[in-house]
């Protein structure tokens, strides 16, 4: 159905007096707001962002701190950049009114977490401290964190620094000497050098004071909420198995629980278990010490994130390949453990998605047939650069690399006795990972000039050209405030985008209408049943699930709707899984763009969509989740590729140009190097895309006793 925008607004927004009890837990003196909404409200933000406060950002030369990554969010500041060769040469910035050579005016963000990587406060501490310059300050990794010698040669410092043709591979080389000395290729994790000559203690303290200051500054309920987080940084054996720390309200642990923490530091059997196999960094210690330490009304959740780079650890004998992040649970305690800290998955980001993974090169994909899971993929499992040498192959993506197998092997776990507990009941976000402090920053067009400093100034030049602008954050709240937000997010009643502003709505009960949408379709959601995060109710009923599920288009950008799709995923009784996508609402009208990203064909502004699962079993579990795809657009290389270097991707004549400006121009040829990559080259790059949005999903658990299936290991 194509809603009426009269219908489509009430379904969306209904300002109301807040009720006397309200629905959530009011840990902070915060008054209600005016707009205060029981039927909540789409409130956009960020979970992932990073500024020079992070290593790897300080190293490739970004100056934005935590306070101005808040105030770009906000529409109030600019934050600076980078260009291609160390030199400030443009500003990000969200809104004209804060600079009048904004390049993009993107709407405000509603709230938002900056989390720099906790592992190197203490040494960013004393690294960045230019006023006070205490010991260890001159040290060799603080002179690689200033990017002494990467940034070029000046009047001020004559003979320092480097070419410019040498600063990407330079502060690639500072990364892998500081990256090995903390997180390292084993688990025996340990500060950086720098910490025995200076008091890395107390620097450490003082970065996370920084850290909860801008977040409080930053914070204005009703209008933005900032939350005070950091990112907790596992990469055992090169692997990125990250997750994000976001706490409730300013009542916060002392200090950062980090990496280091998490790391198993003892080997049982020397002489059997080499020191690089101790297993991953346990999140289990990242857990329990936040339950020690965080004690109501401090309350704290984490989120893993970039599973598709999780790739996977090979066992000591080398014949098994241990699944990434989301691995086996020793234990039921172990499982239900999990499924407290983590409710959250980040599914989508600047590094890629990862929500299922189809390879069109191969014409196959790691436990899925859907062609939609060929967006926005990375060649590389576990983050290492992509180069020419790199096999086209699915071997390095164990299963649970994608969220769907995640989702999958959930269930799973909670039907076999053993533990009954679904660990992997994950809702939906998606976020940035920017490490230019750039919060919200979404650009698809050809402002967008990476993520990463001068590692990605020139997105074309190398293959980071895979790195998209990021995603949303959306969360269906009361208010914009910490607790209604936080409570939104704790119940998994959130949303991803990949940083389109898509409205997605998704509500699963046993006795919606058949005309549900020309209903009051979100009291009824609401009232009979559960929204996107919730589980079904006890069956009420005979027949299948009834769900209903609407969407409306990006306001700001304007790209029409194209379709909602329910995608389910089972268990049987075999212990296998499954999965189907099912076209809810909608058509493929054979819309795109042209070669020139001219918008063809039609879409839809609104639709809703009711829907009955018509291969429902009631004895088997599953959960169903809403995927909403905008029409096709040119991707932001495309975009680049054509305005600044003449090069066409959508053109058959796209090699033909290359090489021609390889002859005229070669400087500016290196720049646009990878311009004419595609669906079927190496490194994979769509030159256009389908935005989308994904909805957490809704939970049917069969109300028998649960059958004895076996959980295949790894």
């Known amino acids: 159905l194509v809603l009426t925008s009269a219908t489509f607004a009430v379904a969306f927004s209904t300002t109301a007096q807040p009720p006397a009890e309200l629905p959530y837990e009011r840990t902070e003196d915060v008054a209600s707001c005016a707009d205060y909404d029981p039927r909540k409200q789409a409130f956009f933000g960020s979970t992932h962002v990073h500024t020079s406060r992070s290593f790897d950002a300080a190293i490739n030369l970004v100056p934005s701190t935590p306070r101005q990554a808040y105030m770009l969010a906000k529409g109030e500041g600019t934050v600076p950049g980078v260009g291609s060769h160390g030199r400030v040469t443009r500003n990000y910035c969200m809104n004209p009114d804060a600079d009048p050579d904004c390049p993009n005016s993107f709407p405000a963000l509603d709230w938002g977490t900056v989390t720099d990587h906790s592992e190197y406060f203490g040494a960013v501490g004393i690294c960045q401290n230019d006023e006070d310059k205490p010991t260890g300050y001159y040290s060799l990794e603080c002179q690689l964190l200033r990017g002494f010698y990467i940034k070029p040669s000046t009047d001020d410092q004559p003979g320092a620094g480097a070419p410019p043709f040498l600063q990407q591979e330079l502060a690639g080389t500072a990364f892998a000497l500081l990256g090995s000395a903390v997180l390292g290729p084993s688990s025996r994790n340990i500060p950086l050098p720098v910490c025995n000559e200076g008091d890395c203690d107390t620097a450490e303290l003082d970065v996370w004071q920084e850290m909860q200051n801008a977040a409080a500054d930053a914070y204005e309920p009703c209008s933005f909420t900032s939350f005070v987080g950091y990112e907790a940084t596992s990469v055992p054996l090169g692997t990125t198995w990250h997750r994000n720390v976001i706490f409730r309200n300013d009542k916060v642990v002392e200090r950062p629980v980090t990496a280091i923490d998490m790391a198993r530091k003892d080997n049982p059997d020397p002489e059997t278990t080499p020191p690089q196999w101790l297993g991953p960094q346990d999140p289990e210690k990242l857990w329990d010490r936040l339950d020690a330490q965080c004690r109501p009304p401090c309350e704290a959740l984490t989120i893993p994130h970039n599973s598709n780079l999780g790739g996977g650890v090979y066992s000591p004998d080398g014949t098994t390949l241990v699944p990434p992040a989301f691995f086996d649970p020793p234990t039921q305690e172990y499982a239900a453990k999990r499924q407290k800290w983590e409710p959250l998955v980040e599914i989508y980001q600047t590094k890629g998605s990862s929500e299922c993974r189809w390879d069109p090169r191969l014409g196959e994909g790691v436990e899925t047939t859907d062609e939609h899971c060929a967006f926005e993929l990375l060649d590389a499992a576990a983050g290492s650069a992509v180069s020419n040498d790199v096999d086209v192959s699915l071997a390095p993506y164990p299963p649970r690399s994608w969220v769907r197998n995640v989702l999958k092997d959930g269930l799973k776990f909670q039907q076999n006795p053993r533990y009954g507990v679904n660990p992997f009941k994950l809702g939906i976000v998606a976020s940035n990972d920017s490490h230019n402090g750039t919060m919200g920053w979404h650009p698809e067009n050809e402002t967008f ?254 109300p028998s006793s649960a059958p004895a299936t076996t959980v295949e290991e790894g």
């Open 449 to 702: 000039r990476g993520h990463a400093g001068i590692k990605d100034a020139v997105p074309t030049r190398t293959a980071t050209l895979q790195n998209s602008s990021g995603g949303h954050s959306v969360v269906w709240a009361e208010e914009n405030t910490r607790d209604s937000i936080f409570t939104a997010l704790r119940n998994r009643e959130t949303y991803g985008t990949s940083g389109t502003r898509i409205q997605a709505r998704f509500f699963g009960g046993w006795n919606f209408p058949d005309n549900a949408c020309n209903t009051d379709y979100v009291a009824m959601g609401y009232d009979n049943g559960v929204p996107m995060g919730g589980d079904l109710p006890p069956q009420q009923q005979p027949g299948a699930p009834r769900f209903v599920t609407a969407a409306s288009k990006d306001e700001t950008i304007g790209t029409p709707l194209q379709q909602i799709q329910v995608v389910k995923g089972w268990v049987d009784g075999s212990g296998e899984t499954h999965e189907k996508v099912y076209t809810v609402v909608g058509d493929d009208r054979q819309a795109g763009v042209d070669d020139q990203c001219q918008l063809t064909g039609e879409g839809y502004d609104q639709l809703c969509g009711y829907w009955q699962d018509p291969d429902f079993d009631p004895s088997i579990p599953a959960f169903y989740y809403v995927r909403v795809l905008e029409n096709p657009v040119c991707r932001y290389t495309t975009h680049t590729c054509q305005k600044d270097y003449g090069i066409n991707p959508l053109r058959k004549d796209c090699k033909s140009k290359l090489e021609a400006l390889k002859v005229k121009d070669p400087a500016k040829a290196a720049d646009a190097a990878f311009c004419c990559s595609n669906e079927q080259t190496l490194p994979i790059v769509q030159p256009v895309i389908q935005e989308r949005a994904w909805t957490s999903p809704i939970w049917y658990t069969p």
